[in-house]
């Protein structure tokens, strides 16, 4: 006969049970409509975007549901180039992440890949910064929207790229 004490309650894992359903529920609500970007030189963390590239303001709830559901996601991995005649120019490459992690769990993943492709661009001179926009598989920004983001975290404004800086000397 199995003896009832040894088996200690955990009212915090039995909530979480409880509340994996809804977490999740939550999670796919947010990333219908949301994007969590990333931009290490001019953020200290993952932001949230809307769809018309506004920030998006998250709670302490929304940031719990965030880091405890798995899920696939597509990531969109991105350069951000200023050519030499000063036009700023976006280059995609998109990952999809098949297997399911948390938005914590994105950088893990993703970072080797995206070092891989920083490394694989011809003209590092033109790099101003390298950054990513995530969403669930499938729902990748578009563009316009991946420029309107970075250009609210101010990469556009307050990044320059080596060519400008050799000739600010």
Known sequence: MRNK????YNPAKRATSYALPILKAQVNSILSTKYLAYEPSMCDGVQCYGADAKPWK???????????????WTISCYLLVREKNGKNKLINYPVDIT???THNQIVDEITNIHWGFVEEY??????LTAGWIANRLGLEPSDELAYDIFDDMGCWRELIADFEEASEI
Do not use: Q
């Open 58 to 72: 998250v709670t302490k709830p929304t940031a719990l549901a965030l880091s405890k559901v798995k899920t696939t």
């Open 122 to 127: 011809p003209h590092k001179e033109l790099i």
């Open 99 to 101: 297997t399911p992690c």
């Open 5 to 8: 004490r040894n088996k200690k």
